[in-house]
């Protein structure tokens, strides 16, 4: 019905119908569907402003649905309703919203079946797109001026403005306006003057809207002629061409319309030419130049104007490749090389030298190439085939590349055989020594020539065919080298041997293979087998001893210099004993800082608080045994049961509680200001150094199973948060089975408040506590530093059990002082878990000062003078349970640096004991407090005055001796004077005839005039072949003696050792005045003391004191074998009185030679010559004498009893007779005159 068509859709009597192009909807066309839109139709609306569109039905039927569609896009632009009227809204619009919008209504029940009403939406808008600029028109040129603009409907009208002025086009016949729907220009045709400058603008309407833009400010100047270009530059030069590039400046207000590019040849003056570009082109590239040429170049640009002025630049054009070379020799030197000579052929107009030369050699082949630097012209090329064709060619390159190739020539390698070495693979050398290298070399019906190819210090030297190398090695050089054998074709062979090289030094390494890794590099140098006391590759270094041991407290370690061995160390500091490296207590303690845990538990921002720890094992504590642990916000731990008790209090406490604490007091925790806790076990840096501390505090080894470790860190008063000073604190439990300990440690200067007196130690069951000696004091801050070791404290507790020990002492059975020094006695004082109070009691007062250092306690005492008195340790522990020390006091009374100690007859038990002073050399006195004075031991010589050498010296010092004495004024003698042998020029007498045996024979000389002697006259004298004389008649004994004095004529009354020897004193039986055999002397001094029966002597000095006391200084000589001859009288000078007769004697026989004779250290006197010619001497040389031993010395002392005159004016010709004399003697006797001279006048003595 209503005009729908009825359609059979499932037959023969199912059908439905059609609505279609009607406006009801519906199985039977019933429904009515006409949605109403208003505004309708098209609608128009100015681009910004807002719309509202509204969809309704009054006419429908049924149930309908209503939605707003846009039609570009078919999305929904509101949400469907059921219920008309619907709006849609549009606000701002823009121009993109133009186009259709769709109300459609929909039938609910014919679902698909819609109905749509449509409303055209035209924005309108006017844009004026062109933007304002600044522009510049030159007078003369065209320009146009574009006004471009958008617009819905179309432009109408548009109106151009010049300085706010519309343009009447009538009156600036040189503007035309043309106009399109998207734009309008103005144009000039042309720029006609300043005027046309100014603020250009259009005005634009389309009906519905206007609008209007400042387009354009343009400034008309006047045409000039260009700037000159700039950046002028060359580039890809070759040998003919170049590409000029440049930028262009100010165009002076007119189009570029070309150039001209001038270039000139400088180099070789080849000619000048022009270049012509058009437009505003900024490169040209020129051609057709001329190679290895330089040229200037200039460039300027024209415009309508002119031409602006040129800019220049130089360049040079590359050079042309060499020409090809003329080859003009090849030359076969050897088997195995050729010489190459060739000449150049370069123009140096166009080519540039000769880089180098390419040389090719090649066979059927075979292609080889050698380059040559120039401006060599000759090149051997070596590593040829022997007895082969090469053919040669030669090119030459320079900086343009390679040029031709010269002619060929080709030419046969000879045939040769090079020499041939034979030597040592290896050739070993020592640092020190030369080596050699010995080689043959052969290379028949050649000659050879032999090179060494290095540098090393070598000579080289040649025998035929073998060849030596010597080489010295000075010192360590690392070397190798190659012998080179080369024969007149140059043909070479060449050895290389094993260089091994010994750099050891040879008094204190050897050499050695081990360790060596390559055996075959060359050189091998080998290793050095040092001896201990060096170190180094070579040897060269002083091993430090050092780095095998460290000084005890990494004290300074001090190397023993080589070639010592081993090292020196400080020695061990006070309170150990040992050499330095290893020092043992004799006490000492350690400390334990505060410890880190590699991770921990915090607990934090709380008061009152505590954090709950399950331990690992049990814990036993005071006998009492617990599993759990609550450590709290205030400085302490229970075990049991959480205690935080913010007022703390004197142990012990409640029944009921087990505490340790290290610092009770009322804190808070907030933030970073924490409690950190955590139970460590098994393997960690933490336990080692707990184990290593507890062992050491309590002297036994411990090992703890784990341990509880809490940090009160940063920790502040409960009534200051924030507090800057404030505490940190740790405390260490320790467990090793049933054993606990707890260590407090504090570092110094980090308890800094107490805000109710902070409680410090522990308490358990209410009967088993301890109170540090701080706690709940006002000093109870001080805890940090109290008894501190660098810088840590630590309290440490056991814990386990309630049974308390005494402390133990462990410190020396004595102490020893010395009277004006300070000595040290160090206590060991430990009570592992407590606290130790010590104090001095002792009998006698005594200045002394008591210093702890953990469990060190170190007593100073300091005495200025001598105090006898004892003392006793007390140390009590906080149960008054106290242990003592009494040490043996041993008091050295002897003053410093003067003597030293030792027991007295007393009681070496006493105590104290007190000690003598055994006072060295240079002091006296009980205390070895005065100068020992030396001349109560000494006489000067002849009573003079004796004074003491000050202490610490010794010995005294006496005034010189006398006028004509020598010796050091305490032993003053008659200095010697020695006369050589005396040998006559003439009337010599000898023995011809001896009819006994010689060892007894003697000799008679008569003398001119009676000799008094002893009160009687003699006239001859009678000398033995045994060395005596006598006046009345013959005395044959070989050995010397002393008229009739023997040893047991002497008796000793006392024999001194001193630092100069023996001091002997004697005197001679019922004699007085008599002259002394010093053979007598010694042989005394052996019979009056064992000790000295082997030993030998000489005698250093005699002084002769008041007869009959006699004193000799005797030297004792260890290495003399002693003989029954005793001492010989030439060792004795001035002793043996029957010599000096002898010798008096001799003198007036030879006083006619006028001998010369000179004082020893005193003024030369001469012996006065009296008659020589009366003086006989029978049998002066005799035909058999002993043998004189090599070296020995031989003397014979006179006695003159002539007055000698020093004032005879003829010295030199006495002293030459008297030499003629000793000269004579000497050969006669085999012997060697060193010496002669005269004594002081008085004594009238002499020695030859």
């Given at each position: 019905?209503?005009?729908?068509?009825?359609?059979?859709?499932?037959?023969?009597?199912?059908?439905?119908?059609?609505?279609?192009?009607?406006?009801?909807?519906?199985?039977?066309?019933?429904?009515?569907?006409?949605?109403?839109?208003?505004?309708?139709?098209?609608?128009?609306?100015?681009?910004?402003?807002?719309?509202?569109?509204?969809?309704?039905?009054?006419?429908?039927?049924?149930?309908?649905?209503?939605?707003?569609?846009?039609?570009?896009?078919?999305?929904?632009?509101?949400?469907?309703?059921?219920?008309?009227?619907?709006?849609?809204?549009?606000?701002?619009?823009?121009?993109?919203?133009?186009?259709?919008?769709?109300?459609?209504?929909?039938?609910?029940?014919?679902?698909?079946?819609?109905?749509?009403?449509?409303?055209?939406?035209?924005?309108?808008?006017?844009?004026?797109?062109?933007?304002?600029?600044?522009?510049?028109?030159?007078?003369?040129?065209?320009?146009?001026?574009?006004?471009?603009?958008?617009?819905?409907?179309?432009?109408?009208?548009?109106?151009?403005?010049?300085?706010?002025?519309?343009?009447?086009?009538?009156?600036?016949?040189?503007?035309?306006?043309?106009?399109?729907?998207?734009?309008?220009?103005?144009?000039?045709?042309?720029?006609?003057?300043?005027?046309?400058?100014?603020?250009?603008?259009?005005?634009?309407?389309?009906?519905?809207?206007?609008?209007?833009?400042?387009?354009?400010?343009?400034?008309?100047?006047?045409?000039?002629?260009?700037?000159?270009?700039?950046?002028?530059?060359?580039?890809?030069?070759?040998?003919?061409?170049?590409?000029?590039?440049?930028?262009?400046?100010?165009?002076?207000?007119?189009?570029?319309?070309?150039?001209?590019?001038?270039?000139?040849?400088?180099?070789?003056?080849?000619?000048?030419?022009?270049?012509?570009?058009?437009?505003?082109?900024?490169?040209?590239?020129?051609?057709?130049?001329?190679?290895?040429?330089?040229?200037?170049?200039?460039?300027?640009?024209?415009?309508?104007?002119?031409?602006?002025?040129?800019?220049?630049?130089?360049?040079?054009?590359?050079?042309?490749?060499?020409?090809?070379?003329?080859?003009?020799?090849?030359?076969?030197?050897?088997?195995?090389?050729?010489?190459?000579?060739?000449?150049?052929?370069?123009?140096?107009?166009?080519?540039?030298?000769?880089?180098?030369?390419?040389?090719?050699?090649?066979?059927?082949?075979?292609?080889?190439?050698?380059?040559?630097?120039?401006?060599?012209?000759?090149?051997?090329?070596?590593?040829?085939?022997?007895?082969?064709?090469?053919?040669?060619?030669?090119?030459?390159?320079?900086?343009?590349?390679?040029?031709?190739?010269?002619?060929?020539?080709?030419?046969?390698?000879?045939?040769?055989?090079?020499?041939?070495?034979?030597?040592?693979?290896?050739?070993?050398?020592?640092?020190?020594?030369?080596?050699?290298?010995?080689?043959?070399?052969?290379?028949?019906?050649?000659?050879?020539?032999?090179?060494?190819?290095?540098?090393?210090?070598?000579?080289?030297?040649?025998?035929?065919?073998?060849?030596?190398?010597?080489?010295?090695?000075?010192?360590?050089?690392?070397?190798?080298?190659?012998?080179?054998?080369?024969?007149?074709?140059?043909?070479?062979?060449?050895?290389?041997?094993?260089?091994?090289?010994?750099?050891?030094?040879?008094?204190?390494?050897?050499?050695?293979?081990?360790?060596?890794?390559?055996?075959?590099?060359?050189?091998?140098?080998?290793?050095?087998?040092?001896?201990?006391?060096?170190?180094?590759?070579?040897?060269?270094?002083?091993?430090?001893?050092c780095t095998e041991i460290s000084c005890f407290n990494d004290a300074t370690c001090t190397d023993v210099p080589a070639p010592g061995t081993g090292a020196t160390c400080p020695p061990c500091p006070s309170g150990y004993t040992g050499d330095g490296i290893v020092c043992n207590y004799v006490v000492g303690a350690v400390f334990l800082p505060f410890l880190y845990p590699s991770s921990y538990n915090v607990y934090t921002n709380v008061d009152d608080g505590s954090a709950n720890a399950a331990l690992p094992n049990t814990l036993e504590f005071g006998g009492f045994r617990y599993n759990r642990a609550y450590i709290s916000s205030n400085g302490l731990v229970s075990f049991g049961n959480a205690y935080n008790s913010f007022s703390p209090r004197n142990f012990p406490l409640e029944s009921s509680l087990a505490v340790v604490a290290p610092y009770w007091d009322d804190s808070r925790l907030s933030g970073s200001r924490e409690l950190r806790y955590q139970i460590v076990s098994g393997s960690s840096s933490l336990i080692t150094g707990v184990n290593a501390f507890l062992s050491n505090y309590t002297g036994n080894t411990f090992e703890a199973d784990w341990l509880l470790w809490a940090y009160w860190h940063d920790i502040c008063p409960y009534n200051r948060g924030n507090c800057q000073d404030s505490n940190f604190f740790q405390v260490a439990i320790a467990v090793q089975g049933s054993i606990t300990y707890s260590i407090f440690t504090y570092q110094c200067d980090l308890i800094r408040w107490t805000l109710r007196t902070a409680a410090v130690g522990y308490s358990v069951n209410g009967t088993f506590y301890k109170n540090h000696q701080l706690s709940k004091s006002s000093s109870v801050v001080n805890i940090d530093c109290e008894g501190a070791v660098s810088n840590w404290t630590n309290v440490v507790y056991r814990i386990d059990t309630a049974t308390n020990t005494p402390p133990v002492i462990e410190a020396s059975d004595t102490f020893m002082i010395a009277v004006g020094e300070t000595a040290s006695y160090t206590l060991r004082i430990i009570d592992p878990g407590d606290t130790v109070n010590v104090t001095i009691e002792f009998d006698g007062e005594f200045p002394y000062t008591l210093d702890q250092n953990g469990s060190i306690w170190t007593l100073n005492v300091t005495l200025s003078s001598l105090a006898e008195f004892n003392f006793t340790v007390i140390a009590t522990d906080s149960f008054n349970e106290t242990s003592t020390k009494t040490p043996q006091v041993i008091i050295c009374t002897c003053t410093s640096n003067r003597g030293n100690c030792t027991v007295t007859d007393k009681n070496d038990n006493s105590n104290p004991l007190i000690l003598m002073c055994d006072c060295m050399e240079a002091y006296d006195g009980e205390y070895c407090e005065d100068d020992f004075d030396g001349c109560t031991e000494v006489s000067c010589f002849n009573n003079a005055t004796c004074t003491d050498v000050p202490a610490p010296g010794t010995g005294v010092t006496c005034p010189p001796c006398p006028s004509g004495y020598a010796g050091d004024g305490i032993v003053c003698y008659i200095p010697p004077v020695i006369l050589p042998y005396i040998v006559f020029n003439s009337s010599i007498s000898t023995v011809t005839n001896i009819t006994r045996h010689y060892f007894y024979s003697t000799w008679r000389v008569n003398v001119p005039r009676p000799i008094t002697l002893l009160g009687s006259a003699y006239s001859s004298i009678y000398i033995s072949i045994g060395g005596t004389f006598s006046m009345s008649g013959r005395f044959n004994y070989w050995t010397s003696r002393n008229n009739m004095i023997k040893p047991d004529d002497i008796v000793i009354t006392e024999i001194t050792e001193t630092n100069n020897g023996l001091k002997v004193t004697f005197y001679v039986k019922g004699q007085s005045g008599t002259p002394v055999d010093a053979n007598a002397v010694v042989a005394a001094i052996k019979e009056a003391d064992p000790r000295y029966v082997n030993a030998g002597f000489t005698i250093a000095s005699l002084t002769l004191l008041n007869p009959p006391s006699t004193t000799v200084v005797v030297t004792p000589s260890a290495s003399a074998t002693p003989t029954d001859d005793g001492l010989s009288a030439g060792q004795i000078a001035g002793i043996t009185i029957g010599i000096l007769i002898g010798v008096l004697l001799v003198i007036i026989i030879i006083i006619s030679v006028a001998c010369l004779i000179r004082y020893k250290k005193r003024s030369n006197k001469i012996i006065k010559k009296e008659n020589n010619d009366n003086f006989t001497v029978e049998n002066l040389c005799y035909e058999a004498v002993p043998p004189t031993p090599a070296g020995s010395v031989h003397s014979i002392k006179l006695k003159f009893a002539q007055e000698f005159d020093s004032s005879d004016e003829d010295e030199s010709e006495r002293e030459n007779d008297l030499n003629g004399i000793i000269m004579n003697e000497k050969e006669c006797q085999g012997g060697q005159v060193e010496s002669f001279g005269v004594m002081l006048e008085e004594s009238k003595e002499t020695f030859l």
């Open positions: 019905m209503n005009g729908g068509q009825c359609i059979q859709y499932s037959p023969p009597d199912n059908y439905t119908c059609n609505c279609t192009g009607t406006r009801f909807q519906g199985v039977n066309c019933t429904d009515f569907l006409n949605p109403r839109v208003s505004p309708n139709g098209t609608v128009s609306v100015i681009e910004g402003s807002n719309l509202t569109l509204t969809c309704s039905d009054p006419g429908n039927s049924g149930v309908p649905r209503y939605v707003w569609i846009n039609d570009s896009d078919g999305s929904e632009l509101t949400p469907v309703i059921n219920n008309p009227p619907l709006t849609l809204h549009l606000t701002n619009i823009n121009r993109a919203a133009s186009g259709n919008y769709i109300c459609r209504s929909t039938s609910i029940d014919v679902p698909g079946v819609n109905m749509d009403t449509t409303v055209t939406l035209n924005v309108q808008y006017l844009d004026i797109i062109s933007a304002s600029l600044n522009q510049t028109a030159v007078i003369g040129t065209n320009y146009t001026i574009t006004c471009s603009f958008d617009a819905f409907p179309m432009i109408e009208s548009v109106t151009w403005f010049h300085n706010r002025t519309a343009i009447n086009l009538e009156a600036f016949p040189h503007i035309s306006i043309s106009t399109n729907s998207m734009s309008s220009e103005l144009s000039f045709l042309p720029i006609g003057g300043l005027d046309d400058g100014g603020e250009y603008s259009c005005s634009v309407s389309n009906g519905v809207l206007n609008a209007n833009d400042s387009l354009l400010n343009l400034t008309v100047v006047f045409p000039l002629k260009p700037d000159p270009v700039y950046n002028l530059m060359t580039s890809n030069i070759t040998n003919t061409s170049v590409t000029l590039s440049w930028s262009l400046g100010f165009n002076g207000n007119s189009p570029i319309t070309g150039g001209i590019v001038s270039y000139a040849a400088i180099s070789n003056g080849l000619g000048n030419a022009t270049q012509v570009f058009v437009g505003e082109s900024e490169e040209l590239i020129l051609f057709n130049l001329q190679p290895f040429t330089v040229y200037n170049f200039s460039v300027a640009v024209e415009n309508a104007i002119g031409i602006s002025n040129e800019a220049t630049i130089d360049a040079e054009t590359q050079p042309n490749v060499p020409d090809a070379p003329t080859l003009n020799s090849v030359v076969s030197i050897s088997s195995s090389s050729l010489e190459v000579n060739w000449t150049n052929n370069v123009d140096p107009l166009t080519q540039s030298e000769v880089e180098w030369y390419t040389v090719m050699y090649y066979t059927e082949r075979q292609h080889n190439e050698l380059n040559v630097p120039a401006p060599a012209n000759t090149v051997i090329i070596n590593g040829l085939l022997e007895g082969t064709n090469y053919s040669i060619i030669v090119s030459a390159s320079n900086s343009a590349g390679i040029g031709a190739s010269s002619n060929s020539i080709t030419v046969q390698t000879v045939t040769n055989t090079p020499p041939v070495i034979e030597a040592n693979d290896t050739f070993m050398i020592t640092v020190g020594e030369t080596a050699l290298y010995t080689l043959r070399i052969t290379d028949p019906g050649d000659t050879i020539s032999v090179t060494i190819d290095r540098e090393f210090p070598y000579t080289l030297h040649q025998n035929g065919s073998i060849w030596t190398l010597n080489v010295t090695l000075s010192s360590l050089v690392e070397f190798n080298f190659t012998v080179i054998a080369t024969d007149s074709f140059n043909a070479t062979s060449t050895k290389i041997p094993q260089l091994i090289i010994c750099g050891c030094p040879l008094n204190i390494s050897n050499c050695s293979m081990e360790g060596i890794k390559n055996n075959t590099s060359n050189p091998l140098i080998l290793m050095c087998d040092c001896m201990k006391a060096y170190e180094g590759k070579y040897c060269k270094d002083d091993f430090d001893g």
